[in-house]
């Protein structure tokens, strides 16, 4: 059996431990904080700064794992491309972690190296630069920090006014020590789409059924599988998806980010791991869900194809405040449904916005998939977080 240390122990984390558990591997769950959801259903754990290459250095030495597993972008990645010459098997791969956690790199790669179609970009380090990118790539445009996630730092700037704002916004919310952000021509998409794609090491590149998802403040809301796509966008979305995931090697899940529009399908980013919209498959949308395809993925242990059983919809749990001992209330109400299930992560503390559950909703395949969603969506609101 294997020995996992996994770097991020978020929700996401938790489910793929969860996974990992069932078959016996062990699981080492490191977070900057102690109680983190994935330590609750770990092995053992360990508190860290993940951007200090020392520390991590030293639990590397201390556990010897088999695989390192990132859950977050926020690592020093540079360490990863070192554990593997040592044999250690980075997922997917150390290029893969190091150059998403960067939106520089893996913009480059996406839209230099392997011409796929985004929007418009240019970088500034400093408001004066963003005044330059901005009157370069036009209004309105987006600003996020190159280290980012979730939407943090991230602002949409509609009048030259809002580039000051838009600099300091992104200031603050940068979560690695890089003073630098992009600034992405606005994407006027139809709809946007998630194509959660799998490599494995001995056999074929597998696509799931694409998600749908709703954002607001560039953190999504709800998702939902599957979304209706024409068979053209999907086909120009797994032949980008293929592109980019085998420029980055490695065998594991990717949550693979698509802007639909009129013009086709923008590549927009990646997370080299299963993506929060992902959760959905939570809802028993699939014969495997987003964490057991990611385990089998960077275990080697086939997948010998992944089948839609329904249509489902996941909505987010936000809380509305700061709070040492957040407790939930209206549970109750949520079991008593049929169709409909939930997660509460555990995080120890709240904060506004920050995403401590999920509602999912699922009914058999064919039924509107929009009424499936204004299901979880509704039914989401019907758990409160005491602060
Ligand atoms: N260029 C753009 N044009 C229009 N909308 C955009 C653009 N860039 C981002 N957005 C909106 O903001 C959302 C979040 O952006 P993005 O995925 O780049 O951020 P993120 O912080 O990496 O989020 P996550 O880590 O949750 O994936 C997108 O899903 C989309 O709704
Ligand atoms: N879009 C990326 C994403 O959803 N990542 C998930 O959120 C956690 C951080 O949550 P927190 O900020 O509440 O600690 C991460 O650990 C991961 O599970
Ligand atoms: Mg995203």
Redesign the pocket.
């Known amino acids: 059996m294997s020995k996992i240390l996994l770097l991020g122990s978020g929700e996401l984390g938790k489910e793929f431990v969860i996974a990992a558990q069932r078959i016996g591997q062990t699981v080492i769950a490191v977070d900057s904080y102690e109680n983190a959801p994935a330590m609750q259903v770990a092995h053992g754990f360990e508190v860290i700064n993940m951007l200090d290459g020392a520390e991590l250095d030293r639990i590397v030495a201390k556990h010897q794992p088999d695989f390192i597993v990132p859950e977050i972008?926020a690592i020093r990645t540079e360490r990863f491309y070192d554990y593997e010459k040592q044999g250690i098997t980075v997922v997917p791969s150390a290029k893969a972690a190091n150059f998403t956690m960067n939106?520089k790199a893996i913009r480059d790669l996406a839209a230099k190296e392997l011409g796929l179609r985004t929007?418009n970009?240019r970088y500034a380090t400093s408001a004066e630069e963003l005044q330059k990118a901005v009157a370069e790539v036009g209004i309105?445009?987006?600003v996020?920090p190159l280290m980012?996630?979730?939407?943090?730092?991230?602002s949409?700037i509609k009048t030259e006014t809002d580039i000051e704002k838009a600099w300091q916004y992104a200031e603050e919310g940068s979560r690695g020590d890089i003073v630098e952000v992009i600034v992405?021509?606005?994407?006027?998409?139809n709809s946007?789409i998630t194509l959660l794609t799998v490599t494995q090491n001995n056999n074929p590149t597998l696509f799931c059924a694409p998600i749908g998802?709703?954002?607001e403040r560039?953190?999504?809301q709800e998702s939902w599988q599957p979304a209706i796509v024409s068979d053209k966008d999907i086909a120009e979305a797994q032949e980008m998806a293929r592109k980019v995931t085998e420029a980055l090697g490695g065998a594991g899940l990717f949550?693979v980010?698509f802007?639909l529009t009129d013009e086709g399908v923008?590549f927009?980013?990646l997370?080299p791991r299963p993506?929060?919209?992902g959760m959905v498959t939570l809802a028993g949308t699939q014969n495997f869900n987003e964490f057991e395809l990611h385990l089998r993925a960077v275990l080697s242990l086939p997948i010998f194809e992944i089948t839609l059983e329904k249509a489902g919809a996941s909505a987010v749990i936000l809380a509305h405040g700061n709070s040492n001992n957040p407790t939930y209330s209206g549970i109750s109400a949520v079991a008593a449904l049929p169709k409909t299930d939930f997660r509460i992560f555990g995080k120890p503390t709240s904060r506004p916005y920050r995403r401590m559950g999920v509602v999912l909703t699922h009914d058999s395949l064919g039924t509107n998939i929009e009424t499936v969603t204004e299901k979880a969506k509704e039914v989401a609101k019907l758990i409160t977080i005491n602060l």
Request: proline share 3%; with cysteine.
């Open positions: 972008e939106r929007a970009y309105p445009c987006v996020k980012s996630s979730s939407g943090k730092g991230q949409t992405e021509a606005f994407v006027n998409f946007e998802h709703r954002q560039g953190d999504y949550g980010e802007f923008y927009s980013e997370s993506h929060d919209t």
